[in-house]
């Protein structure tokens, strides 16, 4: 049988401060849950969206370098649901901006050949660029997949100036939209999540949804020092990071309340979603990370730029 998120947090309010149960079974109970995220019509009505901005389905298909933050499918399910037929990746056979930092890299350090010259000739004479993403919460991510188009268009294009850079969100926030604005010449959002989701632990403002600051406080603290492995890849991300914080309110230490049918964002409060290999509590919603981490990071972008560089291509 399944279980609601609330019924989970129910059988958890044995290991959580008697004092803090209510607000605990309260914060479950008012996530803000995103039905139908990869639905037909959220995709056909994104879909329909950005071809209105283009003019129609032919100039969508034309001219135009469509990439998705990730390797999530997004893109193929996008087209799929708006009826057209064929590969998007034919043209210019990239599905994310890393793919193209990639080859830029690997080709300007190989002997130049015919098919090499006509890609990089086919990158230099796309006028839009789209990025399609499933869910953006502070806009960090997709803030970065910006700058590297960016960076791209301002160093490969003919005309950088008479280029257009749009992203596609299905479902963000409006704190998203703030950090993407002036790196965009349009975003287009699909749900907007209200701010009123973000706990903010570190805000001047009054209390949250009218939850006490101080008892908040005191139950993340209370789940990341009792729950939360320190193994774990969360605890391992927040070292490398330097963002202790993040196992308390999440990445970004915003403590979003948002979970969605396919997956819980890392925004959001680590109780949610957080499931430890020691501990039996059960995280009401559900999370699967597509990462493995270990204790450094690597800043590839930077990496293939240098290549690209030396390489001599710009």
Known sequence: MNLSPVEIA?????????????????????TYFVRGLYSRGR??????????????????????????????????????????????????PFLNITQV????????????????????GRIREVRTFIILSDISISGNSLSAELDAVNRV?????????????????LCGTANSVRKLSGRASDILIHETIPDVYALRPNS??????GWSKSQLAELVKWFAETVVDENSLLSRMARSCNTPKSKEWGFGAEGWLIATDENTP?????????????HPYIPPYKRVSSMTYREESLDLGAAYWSIIQKGGWV
Not at 65 to 87: S, T
Not at 204 to 209: V, W
């Open 10 to 30: 129910r059988k958890n309010l044995e290991y959580v401060p008697k004092h803090l149960g209510d607000l605990y079974i309260s914060l479950i109970a008012k």
């Open 43 to 92: 995709l056909a009505n994104a879909f329909g969206n950005l071809c209105a901005r283009a003019g129609s389905v032919d100039s969508l298909c034309k001219g135009v370098c469509i990439l998705e933050q990730g390797e999530a499918g997004l893109r193929e399910r996008l087209f799929r649901y708006g009826g057209v037929d064929g590969r998007m990746d034919l043209n210019i």
């Open 101 to 120: 930092l990639q080859f830029l890299a690997l080709s300007s350090c190989a002997p130049a050949t015919p098919t090499i010259s006509e890609l990089v």
């Open 153 to 169: 268009v301002g160093a490969f294009s003919l005309d950088p100036a008479g280029v257009r850079v749009i992203v596609s969100v």
């Open 204 to 209: 001047p403002s009054g209390e949250p949804m």
């Open 266 to 278: 890392n925004n959001s409060l680590p109780l949610l979603w957080y499931g430890s290999p020691v």
